[in-house]
Protein backbone atom coordinates (compact mmCIF):
# COMPACT_ATOMS: atom_id res chain seq x y z
CA UNK A 1 0.00 0.00 0.00
CA UNK A 2 2.95 2.56 0.43
CA UNK A 3 3.74 2.33 -2.74
CA UNK A 4 0.44 2.76 -3.94
CA UNK A 5 0.03 6.23 -2.16
CA UNK A 6 3.84 7.72 -2.84
CA UNK A 7 3.33 10.70 -3.94
CA UNK A 8 5.94 9.94 -7.22
CA UNK A 9 3.21 7.15 -8.36
CA UNK A 10 0.42 9.35 -7.50
CA UNK A 11 2.08 12.16 -10.02
CA UNK A 12 2.33 9.32 -12.80
CA UNK A 13 -1.06 7.89 -12.49
CA UNK A 14 -2.56 11.97 -12.60
CA UNK A 15 -0.99 12.59 -15.77
CA UNK A 16 -2.19 8.79 -17.05
CA UNK A 17 -5.80 9.93 -16.45
CA UNK A 18 -5.12 13.15 -17.97
CA UNK A 19 -4.14 11.62 -21.07
CA UNK A 20 -6.78 9.75 -21.69
CA UNK A 21 -8.74 12.78 -20.65
CA UNK A 22 -12.56 11.53 -20.42
CA UNK A 23 -15.81 13.28 -18.68
CA UNK A 24 -16.38 14.03 -14.71
CA UNK A 25 -18.07 11.95 -12.68
CA UNK A 26 -20.90 12.28 -10.09
CA UNK A 27 -18.32 15.63 -8.38
CA UNK A 28 -18.43 17.25 -11.91
CA UNK A 29 -14.98 17.95 -11.77
CA UNK A 30 -13.21 17.64 -14.66
CA UNK A 31 -9.26 15.95 -15.55
CA UNK A 32 -8.60 20.20 -15.97
CA UNK A 33 -10.06 21.34 -12.89
CA UNK A 34 -8.36 18.76 -10.58
CA UNK A 35 -4.68 19.32 -12.74
CA UNK A 36 -4.83 23.21 -11.22
CA UNK A 37 -4.42 22.71 -7.59
CA UNK A 38 -2.66 19.10 -8.70
CA UNK A 39 0.00 19.05 -5.31
CA UNK A 40 -2.92 19.77 -2.89
CA UNK A 41 -5.47 17.51 -4.32
CA UNK A 42 -2.21 14.64 -4.33
CA UNK A 43 -1.13 15.40 -1.16
CA UNK A 44 -5.14 14.93 -0.07
CA UNK A 45 -5.00 11.70 -1.93
CA UNK A 46 -2.02 10.86 -0.19
CA UNK A 47 -2.98 11.50 3.57
CA UNK A 48 -6.29 9.77 3.00
CA UNK A 49 -4.79 6.78 1.51
CA UNK A 50 -2.03 6.41 3.86
CA UNK A 51 -4.32 6.59 7.05
CA UNK A 52 -7.01 4.87 5.96
CA UNK A 53 -9.57 7.08 5.50
CA UNK A 54 -9.90 7.30 1.56
CA UNK A 55 -13.72 6.25 0.53
CA UNK A 56 -14.36 6.60 -3.23
CA UNK A 57 -17.47 7.97 -4.23
CA UNK A 58 -20.04 6.56 -6.68
CA UNK A 59 -19.93 6.00 -9.88
CA UNK A 60 -21.47 7.87 -12.84
CA UNK A 61 -23.91 5.12 -14.68
CA UNK A 62 -24.56 6.40 -18.14
CA UNK A 63 -25.67 4.22 -21.43
CA UNK A 64 -23.52 3.83 -24.17
CA UNK A 65 -25.62 3.64 -27.37
CA UNK A 66 -25.13 0.04 -29.06
CA UNK A 67 -25.08 -0.54 -33.15
CA UNK A 68 -27.93 -2.64 -32.34
CA UNK A 69 -30.09 -0.44 -30.87
CA UNK A 70 -28.73 -1.48 -27.54
CA UNK A 71 -27.56 0.18 -24.66
CA UNK A 72 -23.79 -0.53 -22.98
CA UNK A 73 -23.87 0.82 -19.16
CA UNK A 74 -20.67 2.58 -19.01
CA UNK A 75 -19.51 3.49 -15.20
CA UNK A 76 -17.34 6.74 -14.76
CA UNK A 77 -15.73 6.97 -11.88
CA UNK A 78 -14.43 10.83 -10.25
CA UNK A 79 -11.10 11.82 -11.55
CA UNK A 80 -9.49 11.65 -8.24
CA UNK A 81 -11.03 8.26 -7.71
CA UNK A 82 -9.63 7.39 -11.63
CA UNK A 83 -5.98 8.70 -10.28
CA UNK A 84 -6.34 6.34 -7.44
CA UNK A 85 -7.13 3.64 -9.57
CA UNK A 86 -4.44 4.51 -11.47
CA UNK A 87 -1.83 4.29 -8.93
CA UNK A 88 -3.04 0.80 -7.81
CA UNK A 89 -2.71 -0.39 -11.58
CA UNK A 90 0.57 1.21 -11.65
CA UNK A 91 1.57 -1.45 -8.74
CA UNK A 92 -1.04 -4.36 -8.88
CA UNK A 93 -0.52 -4.73 -13.17
CA UNK A 94 3.77 -5.65 -13.24
CA UNK A 95 2.62 -8.45 -10.26
CA UNK A 96 0.18 -9.78 -12.55
CA UNK A 97 1.26 -10.18 -15.97
CA UNK A 98 3.80 -11.89 -16.28
CA UNK A 99 1.80 -15.28 -15.24
CA UNK A 100 -1.22 -14.39 -17.13
CA UNK A 101 -2.23 -16.84 -19.98
CA UNK A 102 -0.07 -16.42 -23.02
CA UNK A 103 -3.43 -16.45 -25.18
CA UNK A 104 -4.97 -13.97 -23.17
CA UNK A 105 -4.91 -10.61 -25.22
CA UNK A 106 -7.38 -8.11 -23.82
CA UNK A 107 -6.37 -4.97 -21.89
CA UNK A 108 -2.85 -6.04 -21.61
CA UNK A 109 0.16 -3.69 -21.96
CA UNK A 110 1.66 -4.65 -25.38
CA UNK A 111 -1.04 -6.53 -26.51
CA UNK A 112 -3.21 -6.40 -29.53
CA UNK A 113 -6.72 -7.33 -30.81
CA UNK A 114 -4.32 -8.08 -34.32
CA UNK A 115 -2.61 -10.46 -32.11
CA UNK A 116 -5.74 -12.06 -30.92
CA UNK A 117 -6.66 -12.62 -34.35
CA UNK A 118 -3.31 -13.90 -35.64
CA UNK A 119 -2.79 -16.01 -33.08
CA UNK A 120 -6.73 -17.55 -33.42
CA UNK A 121 -5.99 -18.06 -37.20
CA UNK A 122 -2.24 -19.39 -36.52
CA UNK A 123 -4.11 -22.48 -34.45
CA UNK A 124 -7.23 -22.99 -37.50
CA UNK A 125 -5.08 -23.07 -40.04
CA UNK A 126 -1.43 -23.57 -38.99
CA UNK A 127 -2.30 -26.15 -36.42
CA UNK A 128 -5.19 -27.44 -38.20
CA UNK A 129 -7.33 -26.95 -35.04
CA UNK A 130 -10.56 -25.60 -37.41
CA UNK A 131 -13.41 -26.90 -35.10
CA UNK A 132 -13.56 -23.36 -33.06
CA UNK A 133 -15.86 -22.77 -30.20
CA UNK A 134 -16.99 -19.19 -30.13
CA UNK A 135 -18.34 -18.53 -26.25
CA UNK A 136 -20.48 -15.80 -25.64
CA UNK A 137 -20.89 -14.07 -21.53
CA UNK A 138 -23.61 -12.53 -20.71
CA UNK A 139 -23.22 -9.29 -18.65
CA UNK A 140 -19.53 -10.41 -17.94
CA UNK A 141 -18.30 -7.51 -16.22
CA UNK A 142 -21.58 -6.91 -14.37
CA UNK A 143 -21.58 -10.49 -12.50
CA UNK A 144 -18.33 -10.87 -11.64
CA UNK A 145 -18.57 -12.12 -7.82
CA UNK A 146 -17.00 -9.44 -5.64
CA UNK A 147 -15.32 -12.68 -2.78
CA UNK A 148 -14.19 -14.02 -6.27
CA UNK A 149 -12.30 -11.25 -7.36
CA UNK A 150 -10.68 -10.25 -4.31
CA UNK A 151 -9.87 -14.15 -3.90
CA UNK A 152 -7.60 -13.56 -7.52
CA UNK A 153 -5.85 -10.48 -5.91
CA UNK A 154 -5.09 -12.56 -2.81
CA UNK A 155 -3.61 -15.26 -4.41
CA UNK A 156 -0.12 -12.72 -5.09
CA UNK A 157 -1.14 -9.45 -2.99
CA UNK A 158 -1.52 -10.05 0.95
CA UNK A 159 -1.64 -6.36 1.94
CA UNK A 160 -5.15 -6.01 3.80
CA UNK A 161 -4.77 -2.18 3.36
CA UNK A 162 -5.19 -2.77 -0.77
CA UNK A 163 -7.46 -5.48 -1.24
CA UNK A 164 -9.51 -2.92 1.25
CA UNK A 165 -8.93 -0.50 -1.40
CA UNK A 166 -10.28 -2.93 -3.85
CA UNK A 167 -13.27 -3.54 -2.43
CA UNK A 168 -14.35 -0.27 -1.28
CA UNK A 169 -14.19 0.70 -5.19
CA UNK A 170 -16.76 -2.61 -5.97
CA UNK A 171 -19.19 -1.63 -3.11
CA UNK A 172 -18.84 2.17 -4.15
CA UNK A 173 -22.34 1.68 -5.95
CA UNK A 174 -23.30 3.77 -8.62
CA UNK A 175 -25.64 7.13 -9.36
CA UNK A 176 -28.30 6.74 -12.09
CA UNK A 177 -30.54 9.53 -12.85
CA UNK A 178 -29.79 11.32 -9.49
CA UNK A 179 -30.13 8.25 -7.36
CA UNK A 180 -27.76 5.91 -5.23
CA UNK A 181 -28.45 2.19 -6.37
CA UNK A 182 -26.11 -0.83 -4.32
CA UNK A 183 -23.25 -2.85 -6.18
CA UNK A 184 -23.00 -5.86 -4.98
CA UNK A 185 -21.81 -7.71 -7.99
CA UNK A 186 -19.61 -6.64 -11.17
CA UNK A 187 -16.75 -3.94 -11.72
CA UNK A 188 -17.69 -1.20 -13.54
CA UNK A 189 -17.05 -0.99 -17.45
CA UNK A 190 -15.37 2.52 -17.30
CA UNK A 191 -13.27 1.94 -14.15
CA UNK A 192 -9.40 2.04 -14.47
CA UNK A 193 -9.15 -0.57 -12.26
CA UNK A 194 -12.11 -3.08 -14.11
CA UNK A 195 -9.96 -4.31 -17.25
CA UNK A 196 -6.93 -5.71 -14.46
CA UNK A 197 -9.81 -7.00 -11.90
CA UNK A 198 -11.18 -8.82 -14.85
CA UNK A 199 -8.45 -10.56 -16.29
CA UNK A 200 -7.59 -11.64 -13.03
CA UNK A 201 -10.70 -12.92 -12.47
CA UNK A 202 -11.02 -14.79 -15.81
CA UNK A 203 -7.17 -16.32 -15.45
CA UNK A 204 -8.17 -19.16 -13.44
CA UNK A 205 -10.30 -19.93 -16.28
CA UNK A 206 -7.47 -19.34 -18.69
CA UNK A 207 -4.50 -21.36 -16.70
CA UNK A 208 -7.99 -24.38 -16.76
CA UNK A 209 -7.96 -24.42 -19.66
CA UNK A 210 -3.82 -24.59 -20.32
CA UNK A 211 -3.81 -27.56 -17.92
CA UNK A 212 -6.50 -29.53 -20.21
CA UNK A 213 -4.57 -28.72 -23.03
CA UNK A 214 -7.44 -26.76 -24.91
CA UNK A 215 -6.06 -24.18 -26.81
CA UNK A 216 -7.85 -21.09 -26.54
CA UNK A 217 -7.57 -17.48 -27.41
CA UNK A 218 -9.10 -14.88 -25.06
CA UNK A 219 -9.88 -11.10 -25.67
CA UNK A 220 -11.47 -10.19 -22.36
CA UNK A 221 -14.71 -11.78 -22.60
CA UNK A 222 -14.56 -12.58 -26.03
CA UNK A 223 -13.15 -16.60 -25.60
CA UNK A 224 -12.59 -19.13 -28.78
CA UNK A 225 -11.93 -22.42 -28.24
CA UNK A 226 -10.06 -24.44 -30.30
CA UNK A 227 -10.51 -28.72 -31.39
CA UNK A 228 -9.48 -30.60 -34.24
CA UNK A 229 -12.83 -32.28 -34.41
CA UNK A 230 -16.37 -31.45 -34.01
CA UNK A 231 -16.52 -33.92 -31.17
CA UNK A 232 -13.69 -32.51 -29.28
CA UNK A 233 -14.99 -29.16 -29.89
CA UNK A 234 -18.40 -30.39 -28.41
CA UNK A 235 -16.86 -31.63 -25.63
CA UNK A 236 -14.41 -28.38 -24.33
CA UNK A 237 -18.09 -26.81 -24.81
CA UNK A 238 -18.96 -28.55 -21.89
CA UNK A 239 -15.74 -28.20 -20.21
CA UNK A 240 -15.91 -24.66 -20.58
CA UNK A 241 -19.43 -23.80 -19.54
CA UNK A 242 -19.51 -26.30 -16.62
CA UNK A 243 -15.86 -23.68 -15.16
CA UNK A 244 -17.44 -20.55 -16.39
CA UNK A 245 -20.70 -20.92 -14.44
CA UNK A 246 -19.81 -23.44 -11.70
CA UNK A 247 -16.65 -22.22 -10.33
CA UNK A 248 -16.60 -18.15 -11.50
CA UNK A 249 -20.63 -17.92 -11.42
CA UNK A 250 -20.98 -16.66 -14.45
CA UNK A 251 -23.58 -16.98 -17.21
CA UNK A 252 -22.73 -18.40 -20.56
CA UNK A 253 -25.69 -17.24 -23.21
CA UNK A 254 -26.15 -20.86 -25.10
CA UNK A 255 -27.97 -19.32 -27.58
CA UNK A 256 -24.83 -16.94 -28.60
CA UNK A 257 -22.49 -19.39 -27.66
CA UNK A 258 -21.50 -22.01 -30.82
CA UNK A 259 -19.72 -24.24 -32.85
CA UNK A 260 -18.05 -23.18 -36.18
CA UNK A 261 -15.37 -23.97 -38.41
CA UNK A 262 -13.06 -22.45 -40.60
CA UNK A 263 -15.28 -23.32 -43.83
CA UNK A 264 -18.38 -21.38 -42.39
CA UNK A 265 -16.28 -18.87 -41.21
CA UNK A 266 -15.05 -17.83 -37.34
CA UNK A 267 -16.02 -14.21 -36.37
CA UNK A 268 -13.86 -13.06 -34.05
CA UNK A 269 -12.97 -8.98 -33.04
CA UNK A 270 -14.27 -7.41 -36.32
CA UNK A 271 -12.91 -10.32 -38.43
CA UNK A 272 -14.03 -13.49 -40.13
CA UNK A 273 -11.41 -16.00 -40.23
CA UNK A 274 -11.89 -18.58 -43.46
CA UNK A 275 -9.05 -21.28 -44.29
CA UNK A 276 -7.38 -19.97 -47.22
CA UNK A 277 -8.16 -15.34 -45.61
CA UNK A 278 -9.30 -13.22 -43.52
CA UNK A 279 -12.52 -10.86 -44.07
CA UNK A 280 -13.89 -7.70 -42.80
CA UNK A 281 -17.15 -8.75 -40.83
CA UNK A 282 -20.45 -7.94 -42.99
CA UNK A 283 -21.58 -6.57 -39.92
CA UNK A 284 -18.67 -4.01 -39.44
CA UNK A 285 -18.66 -3.41 -42.71
CA UNK A 286 -22.32 -2.65 -42.79
CA UNK A 287 -21.60 -0.25 -39.79
CA UNK A 288 -19.05 1.73 -41.32
CA UNK A 289 -20.81 2.64 -44.66
CA UNK A 290 -24.13 3.62 -42.21
CA UNK A 291 -21.30 5.70 -40.38
CA UNK A 292 -19.99 7.98 -43.52
CA UNK A 293 -23.48 7.95 -44.76
CA UNK A 294 -24.58 9.95 -42.03
CA UNK A 295 -21.15 11.87 -42.30
CA UNK A 296 -21.79 12.85 -45.82
CA UNK A 297 -25.18 14.35 -46.53
CA UNK A 298 -26.06 15.74 -49.53
CA UNK A 299 -28.53 18.47 -47.81
CA UNK A 300 -25.82 20.36 -45.04
CA UNK A 301 -23.72 23.38 -44.71
CA UNK A 302 -20.40 22.01 -44.69
CA UNK A 303 -17.85 21.56 -47.79
CA UNK A 304 -16.62 19.08 -49.47
CA UNK A 305 -13.60 19.95 -47.86
CA UNK A 306 -14.92 20.48 -44.37
CA UNK A 307 -16.21 17.04 -44.88
CA UNK A 308 -12.91 15.61 -45.99
CA UNK A 309 -11.57 17.18 -42.64
CA UNK A 310 -13.96 14.93 -40.72
CA UNK A 311 -13.70 11.82 -42.37
CA UNK A 312 -9.97 11.56 -42.35
CA UNK A 313 -10.14 10.53 -38.90
CA UNK A 314 -12.47 8.25 -39.24
CA UNK A 315 -10.97 6.85 -42.26
CA UNK A 316 -7.42 6.52 -40.71
CA UNK A 317 -8.52 4.77 -37.48
CA UNK A 318 -10.87 2.30 -39.24
CA UNK A 319 -8.01 1.44 -41.98
CA UNK A 320 -5.52 0.84 -39.63
CA UNK A 321 -7.59 -1.90 -37.89
CA UNK A 322 -9.06 -3.61 -40.40
CA UNK A 323 -5.79 -3.10 -43.12
CA UNK A 324 -4.64 -6.70 -41.53
CA UNK A 325 -7.41 -8.54 -43.42
CA UNK A 326 -7.25 -9.58 -46.88
CA UNK A 327 -9.31 -6.74 -47.93
CA UNK A 328 -7.44 -4.94 -51.12
CA UNK A 329 -10.70 -5.44 -53.29
CA UNK A 330 -13.21 -4.24 -50.52
CA UNK A 331 -11.22 -0.87 -49.38
CA UNK A 332 -10.88 -0.29 -52.94
CA UNK A 333 -14.73 -0.07 -53.53
CA UNK A 334 -15.15 1.37 -50.15
CA UNK A 335 -13.40 4.42 -51.65
CA UNK A 336 -15.17 4.48 -54.99
CA UNK A 337 -18.13 5.19 -52.69
CA UNK A 338 -17.10 7.62 -50.93
CA UNK A 339 -15.81 9.38 -53.19
CA UNK A 340 -18.89 9.19 -55.37
CA UNK A 341 -20.91 10.67 -52.40
CA UNK A 342 -18.50 13.51 -52.15
CA UNK A 343 -18.93 14.16 -55.99
CA UNK A 344 -22.88 14.07 -54.78
CA UNK A 345 -22.30 16.72 -52.72
CA UNK A 346 -20.35 19.11 -54.67
CA UNK A 347 -23.13 18.39 -57.67
CA UNK A 348 -25.69 19.33 -54.93
CA UNK A 349 -23.49 22.63 -54.15
CA UNK A 350 -23.00 23.49 -57.99
CA UNK A 351 -27.25 23.57 -58.22
CA UNK A 352 -27.31 23.00 -62.38
CA UNK A 353 -25.10 21.77 -65.32
CA UNK A 354 -23.56 24.99 -65.92
CA UNK A 355 -20.80 24.92 -63.14
CA UNK A 356 -20.19 21.56 -63.79
CA UNK A 357 -19.31 23.05 -67.79
CA UNK A 358 -17.21 25.29 -66.37
CA UNK A 359 -15.31 23.08 -64.16
CA UNK A 360 -14.56 20.63 -67.20
CA UNK A 361 -13.35 23.86 -69.33
CA UNK A 362 -11.00 24.98 -66.40
CA UNK A 363 -9.68 21.33 -66.37
CA UNK A 364 -8.97 21.42 -70.47
CA UNK A 365 -12.06 19.87 -71.58
CA UNK A 366 -13.29 21.38 -74.86
CA UNK A 367 -16.61 21.01 -77.09
CA UNK A 368 -20.45 21.14 -76.05
CA UNK A 369 -21.06 18.68 -73.04
CA UNK A 370 -24.59 17.26 -71.99
CA UNK A 371 -26.67 19.28 -69.54
CA UNK A 372 -27.22 16.51 -66.43
CA UNK A 373 -29.20 17.08 -63.60
CA UNK A 374 -26.99 17.83 -60.24
CA UNK A 375 -29.88 16.17 -58.19
CA UNK A 376 -29.82 12.44 -59.26
CA UNK A 377 -27.92 9.49 -57.43
CA UNK A 378 -27.16 7.85 -60.87
CA UNK A 379 -25.49 11.02 -62.20
CA UNK A 380 -23.01 11.30 -59.49
CA UNK A 381 -21.23 7.95 -61.62
CA UNK A 382 -21.64 10.24 -64.86
CA UNK A 383 -18.14 10.26 -66.67
CA UNK A 384 -18.77 13.66 -66.95
CA UNK A 385 -18.33 14.08 -63.35
CA UNK A 386 -15.41 12.06 -62.93
CA UNK A 387 -14.18 14.02 -65.42
CA UNK A 388 -14.74 17.28 -63.49
CA UNK A 389 -13.65 16.02 -59.99
CA UNK A 390 -11.29 13.08 -60.86
CA UNK A 391 -9.62 11.10 -58.34
CA UNK A 392 -6.79 13.33 -58.51
CA UNK A 393 -8.80 16.29 -57.08
CA UNK A 394 -9.59 14.24 -53.89
CA UNK A 395 -5.76 13.67 -53.67
CA UNK A 396 -5.36 17.54 -53.66
CA UNK A 397 -8.02 18.16 -51.09
CA UNK A 398 -6.06 15.71 -48.59
CA UNK A 399 -8.82 12.45 -48.79
CA UNK A 400 -6.99 9.86 -47.07
CA UNK A 401 -7.15 6.84 -49.91
CA UNK A 402 -8.30 3.46 -48.66
CA UNK A 403 -6.44 2.33 -51.39
CA UNK A 404 -3.06 3.44 -50.69
CA UNK A 405 -2.85 1.35 -47.73
CA UNK A 406 -0.41 -2.18 -47.47
CA UNK A 407 -3.53 -4.91 -46.75
CA UNK A 408 -3.26 -8.54 -45.41
CA UNK A 409 -0.81 -7.83 -42.93
CA UNK A 410 -1.84 -10.34 -40.38
CA UNK A 411 1.25 -12.61 -40.43
CA UNK A 412 2.61 -9.43 -39.05
CA UNK A 413 1.28 -10.33 -36.21
CA UNK A 414 1.95 -13.68 -35.49
CA UNK A 415 3.84 -14.56 -32.76
Not at 245 to 263: A, F, M, P, S, W
Request: glycine share 6%; proline share 5%.
Amino acid sequence: MDKVYRMDNLERAYKAVKANNGAPGVDGVTVEAFGQNLQEELRQLHHELKTGIYEPQPVLRVEIPKVDGSKRPLGIPTVRDRVVQQALLNILQPIFEPDFHPSSYGYRPGRSCHQAVAKAEMFINKYGLSHVVDMDLSKCFDRLNHDLILEGVNRKVSDGSVLKLIKKFLTAGVMKDGAWEETDLGSPQGGVISPLLTNIYLDSFDQEMKERGIRMVRYADDILLFAATYQDAKKYQRIATDFLEQELKLTVNREKTHLTDNRKGVAYLGFVIYSKSVSISPKKLKNFKDKIRKMTPRNHGLSVKEMVEKLNPVLRGWANYFRIANCRTVFAELMGWIRRRLRMKKMKEWKSWKPLHKALRRRGYKGTFEKISMTTWKNSASPLISMALPNKWFDELGLINLEKYNVGILHHYRP
